[in-house]
C-alpha cells in the first residue's frame, strides 16, 4: 500500500536544497522512517545504498578504524556491489544508533564530502544521542517522522471525503452525507491508529485481528527495547509508568500521580525513567502553565504534567479497549472519560505546529485541555469527546485573559461562534487552515 506522507515533501526538500547536510530521521521505532527513505531513493535517486548497522553488525569496522570518507565510501562500495555515485545515489544508514562511530562520521562527511546524499534513521535515537559523547554537532540536518496523521489515513481509506475535506474554503457546515461517513472512518482510525503496520492492516488486509496482532508486537517491541536500551534500574520503573498510562487518562483530574504508576513512588525516583520514555519519543509530556504567556515555556510548571503516548491505538491496544467498541456509538471517543480522544488530538498538534502545547488550571475551578502558542498569540483548545459541547473552562479562561481565538474539538459539526470555532476531530489536520480563515491577527 502506497501511503503518501506529507514528511515526502520535506524529504525532496531536503534533497534538492543548498548546503544540504546529512540527515537525521528522528522518531519513534515504526513510525515509517526506513520506508520513508527507501521510497525517497526510489522516486528521487537513480540509486539506494541501504546499509542497516542492526542487521550487518560487520559494517562497524568500516568507521572504527577511519574517517577518511573517501576510503569509507571504497568500503560502502564494495558492500553495496555497485559505483555509488555522489550526485545519483542516496546512502542510508539506518539503526544508526548501533555505530555510534558512523554517527560521528556524518560530520566529516558534511565538511569533506557534501556533494553525498546521506540519509541516517534509528529507532530510539534520542536516547542513543543522550548517551554518545561524539555527535556531529551543527554538521546535520534533522527531520521528524509522527504516525500517520488522519488525514493521510484517509486519502487511503476514502480518497472521495479526503478531497472533499482539501477542497473546504469556507467555514460552513458539512452536509450529513460527508458528516457521518468521516465520522466511521474516525473510528476506524481509532481503531488502527498511525502507525503504518496496523494502517495497512487494516486498510489493505481488511483485517481487525492482524490490527491487534501488529499494535500488541510492537508493544512488546517497545518492552524489549526498555530492556536493551535503559540503565537496568530503570527498566521496572519505565514499566510501571507506560502501563499505568490507561489508568492515568481514565481520572477525571488527568494529572500524572507516580503513586499511581506504583504505589510509593515518588518523582525524584522515577524522572529518569520518564525522561527515557520521552527521549525514545514513545510519551508526550504536557506541562501545567502557571500563566499563558510569551514565551509559553517560561511558565511551565515543571511539577504538574499530563503524559499521553505516541500513538492513539497503541493508547486503545494497551488499555485492552476492543475493537468491537467501534459498534458502540460514540464509546470510542468517551473512553477513559475522553482520555483516547484527549491522545488523539494532542498526537495531531504536536504533527502539525512547532510549539508544544500546555494546559491550564485555574485552582479546582476550570482546566483547558491544552494551551497553544500560535507565533505570538496563546490559543486556548477545549477537547469534547461527544457532542456535549458546554465548557465553563473555557469561559473562565476567555474572561481573564481574552484570547483572540478559542478552539473547540468535538463531534459538533464545523461552526464559527464569534471567537469560537468548532472543528469537527476528523478535521484536527485542518486546524491552521480553519484559523486562517478566522482571523489573520494571529497567524
Not at 559494517?59 to 560502502?76: S, Y
Not at 483547558?368 to 486556548?380: A, G, R, S, T, Y
Request: contains cysteine.
Amino acid at each position: 500500500m502506497d501511503i503518501r506522507r506529507g514528511i515526502a515533501k520535506k524529504l525532496i526538500e531536503w534533497k534538492n536544497a543548498d548546503g544540504r547536510k546529512p540527515l537525521i530521521l528522528q522518531g519513534a521505532r515504526q513510525v515509517g522512517k526506513t520506508w520513508l527513505l527507501k521510497d525517497l531513493g526510489k522516486t528521487n535517486f537513480e540509486d539506494t545504498a541501504y546499509f542497516n548497522f542492526e542487521e550487518q553488525p560487520d559494517l562497524k569496522q568500516f568507521f572504527e578504524k577511519t574517517k577518511d570518507v573517501h576510503r569509507i565510501i571504497q568500503n560502502l562500495t564494495l558492500a553495496h556491489g555497485r559505483p555509488i555515485n555522489p550526485h545519483h545515489t542516496l546512502i542510508i544508514f539506518d539503526e544508526i544508533q548501533e555505530c555510534n562511530d558512523a554517527l560521528n562520521t556524518l560530520k566529516y562527511f558534511c565538511e569533506n564530502a557534501p556533494e553525498y546524499a546521506i540519509a541516517s534513521a534509528g529507532s530510539l535515537l534520542g536516547v542513543a544521542m543522550s548517551r554518545g559523547n561524539s555527535f556531529p554537532v551543527g554538521k546535520v540536518d534533522f527531520l521528524e517522522v509522527h504516525p500517520i496523521c488522519f488525514a493521510e489515513f484517509l486519502s487511503i481509506a476514502d480518497p472521495k471525503l479526503f478531497a472533499f475535506l482539501e477542497s473546504l474554503d469556507e467555514i460552513v457546515p458539512l452536509p450529513d452525507l460527508f458528516f457521518n461517513p468521516l465520522v466511521d472512518q474516525l473510528k476506524a482510525y481509532f481503531i488502527a491508529g498511525g502507525l503504518p503496520e496496523a494502517v495497512v492492516a487494516l486498510l489493505e488486509g481488511r483485517d481487525v485481528s492482524r490490527v491487534q496482532q501488529v499494535q500488541q508486537n510492537i508493544l512488546n517491541a517497545y518492552a524489549l527495547d526498555f530492556s536493551k536500551h535503559s540503565e537496568n534500574k530503570d527498566i521496572p520503573k519505565i514499566n510501571h509508568i507506560w502501563t499505568s498510562i490507561p489508568s492515568q487518562l481514565a481520572r477525571e483530574n488527568k494529572k500524572f500521580l507516580y503513586q499511581t504508576a506504583r504505589e510509593g513512588a515518588r518523582a525524584r525516583d522515577y524522572e529518569d525513567a520518564l525522561l527515557w520514555l520521552s527521549h525514545a519519543g514513545l510519551v508526550h509530556r504536557v506541562f501545567r502553565s502557571n500563566k499563558p504567556g510569551l514565551p509559553l515555556s517560561a511558565y511551565d510548571d515543571l511539577s504538574a504534567f499530563k503524559l499521553y503516548l505516541l500513538d492513539t491505538g497503541l493508547l486503545r491496544r494497551l488499555s485492552l479497549l476492543d475493537p468491537i467498541a467501534i459498534t458502540e456509538g460514540n464509546r470510542l471517543f468517551t473512553e477513559f472519560k475522553g482520555g483516547l480522544t484527549e491522545n488523539f488530538v494532542l498526537q495531531h498538534l504536536v504533527s502539525h505546529f512547532e510549539g508544544f502545547p500546555r494546559y491550564w488550571t485555574s485552582g479546582n475551578q476550570a482546566e483547558v485541555d491544552f494551551i497553544l502558542q500560535l507565533k505570538n498569540d496563546i490559543i486556548p483548545i477545549e477537547v469534547k469527546s461527544d457532542e456535549n459541547i458546554r465548557s465553563k473552562s473555557l469561559s473562565i479562561y476567555t474572561a481573564q485573559f481574552h484570547p483572540p481565538v478559542r478552539v473547540r474539538y468535538s463531534l459538533r459539526n464545523l461552526k464559527v461562534d464569534n471567537d469560537l470555532i468548532n472543528i469537527p476531530l476528523f478535521m484536527i489536520d485542518y486546524t491552521e487552515k480553519l484559523l486562517n480563515m478566522v482571523s489573520q491577527s494571529f497567524i
